[in-house]
């Protein structure tokens, strides 16, 4: 009796003859099959050996493929590691966020924190509707209980003077509550836009920690949940937050 084991790699049906040795079969999205030798797979296409000829055989034009075997179809697909990476209780848990998730997302977050909240932003503003609101009364909260919050907001001269007038400001204000702030005022921009908490998980996307960032605009972006990841950012965090300057270093270049 024939065995055929069917399974899906990068959204490509692919059909394993396990018993009954035959030549590799292709089946294309026009009907039509090669019976072929698969040479290489690449992320594009396949390349197979038709009647002596190497074709070129893009995975578009394709639509499943019969192995002679299970040792080719591991040779041309590591399927034993793809399901060993499947398997890992580490591997990383991703979600996407709208404008309105993110809004949502960061106030949860941050009130989960213990030990550490980290943020850099191209811009910080005070708004008084939620759910901007509620996120920077977390934040003010966490601090004053004692869990460290650290947030790095740009200041270069490349900035307008409006953005950098209400990052200040607003800057005050959570410094009062004792928010360590720090001012990215080099010649680059500073554009990253994250939440690090805990050393555990971190937001990044496209929306600044405004109203519009969190409710009206069309944003996209992620929480990610893997602690490998998290250390990479949090390395990239402390790398901005030690070229920048505190409040007093802020005050004191400005004065000259």
Known sequence: MKTITVIRVAGLLVYMNTLSPAADKIWLRDGSTLT????????????????????RLPRSEMAFVVYENV???????????????????????VNVLSAQAFGEAITELAGAARRRICVAQFLISGAQSDPIRSFYETLKQKS?????????VE?????????????????????AAGVRMFYHCRPTVLHKKLLIVDDEA???GSSNLTLAGTWE????????????????????FEEVKNNALDRSQLNDRLAR
């Open 36 to 55: 072929a030798s698969v040479q290489s797979v690449q992320t594009d296409a396949y390349f197979a050996n038709v009647d002596g000829a190497m074709r």
């Open 71 to 93: 040792e080719r179809a591991e040779r041309f697909l590591k399927i034993s590691q793809a399901r060993r990476l499947a398997a890992k209780p580490d591997l990383a848990e």
């Open 144 to 152: 004053l209980s004692g869990v460290e919050v650290e947030v790095v």
């Open 155 to 175: 200041f270069g001269s490349g900035t307008g003077a409006l953005v950098k007038l209400a990052s200040r400001e607003f800057g005050d204000e959570l410094e």
């Open 202 to 204: 971190v937001i990044l």
């Open 217 to 236: 605009n069309n944003e996209m972006n992620v929480l990610i949940r893997d602690p490998a990841f998290v250390q990479t950012v949090l390395k990239d």
